[in-house]
């Protein structure tokens, strides 16, 4: 866990390499803000996932939310997401209704919903894009569905006609679910083929056949979360014979950090994307632009 003391050189860094790309901030679409019993619950699976992984996962910022909000800002984060997601029905309209009420309060907060396969989803999800969430969140392992589960038709029907970005987690990292994994994602854009994915984690370890899908179909993103960190290419590295690819996909390619849910300084994700050595143009993409587009955000 980083002290407080760590904090005031991380952002020195952090703001010396958005001078350096000549960007006003990094907009960060994959973090983690939700109602403090859900997050203790979260905290206590990665204290416990030492087993699945192999290896301990201490979180560098478990700290109370005004803290977190705070080092985001002094980090010179500009946008960021509050994303939660239900393991049960019944969770994601209470959920919706605390992430509106956050993002109204943390006008930086890039106001994000969620969702569940039961009935009525696709009348709460309307309700809450017109209430203004900007980026939905759906998490294939956590939840333990099937993304293509009928009770999800009308919600990646409304979603496909609006263009709202999901970020989705269906990638096998850190531990496979029965439902994760590109086929369930090749299945689903085969009949929502317009749908605004955003695949966390750049599908990891899964990342060929994610990049071939984001070749494949217009709406399809790829979130940094993790990869290229020393813990994830310790564990599941990116092929470097892909990396290529990464240039092909670029203005496809957005920075996530699962802050604060990592365990390592939230520079080093930053860091990671920029030893890539794929251009200044690449990162600032990365970094800023691709997410300040796709989620029409103002400066």
């Known amino acids: ?26 907009i960060d679409v994959h973090t983690h803000f939700m109602p403090k019993p859900m997050l203790d619950k979260v905290w206590a699976y990665f204290d416990g996932i030492g087993p699945l992984t192999g290896a301990p996962w201490p979180i560098a910022y478990r700290l109370e939310e ?13 946008g960021f997401t509050a994303l939660s997601y239900p393991h049960k029905p019944g969770m994601a309209e209470w959920l919706n209704g605390w992430g509106r009420d956050f993002a109204a309060a943390h006008p930086d907060v890039i106001s994000s919903a969620t969702f569940y396969p039961e009935p009525g989803a696709g009348a709460y ?13 759906a998490h294939v392992q956590v939840g333990d569905y099937d993304p293509n589960d009928p009770l999800l038709d009308d919600v990646w029907d409304l ?3 609006t263009s709202v970005p999901v970020v989705i987690h269906s990638g096998h990292g850190p531990a496979a679910g029965r439902f994760t994994g ?12 317009q749908l605004v994915l955003v695949i966390a984690h750049m599908g990891m370890p899964d990342y060929t056949p994610f990049l071939d899908l984001a070749t494949r179909f217009e709406g399809v993103h790829l979130d940094t979360t993790m990869a290229f960190t020393d813990f994830a290419e310790g564990r599941t590295p990116f092929p470097v014979g892909e990396r290529g690819r990464l240039l092909e996909v670029g203005p496809k390619v957005l920075f996530g950090s699962d802050f604060p849910n990592i365990p390592y300084p939230y520079q080093h994700a930053v860091e990671s994307i920029l030893r890539l050595d794929l251009g200044d143009d690449w990162a600032r993409g990365v970094l800023h ?11």
Do not use: W
Not at 66 to 78: H, K, S, W
């Open 1 to 26: 866990m980083t002290s407080a003391s760590d904090h005031g050189g991380e952002a020195a860094c952090l703001h010396t390499i958005a001078a350096d790309l000549a960007i006003p901030g990094i």
């Open 66 to 78: 005004d803290r977190r909000l705070a080092i985001l800002r002094e980090f010179g984060v500009m």
């Open 125 to 137: 999800v309307l309700d809450a894009i017109e209430d203004g969430a900007r980026v939905f969140k």
């Open 159 to 161: 979603l496909q006609q």
């Open 182 to 193: 590109p086929e369930g994602m090749a299945a689903l854009l085969a009949r929502f083929p």
């Open 289 to 299: 632009d691709n997410a300040a587009r796709l989620l029409s955000l103002a400066e």
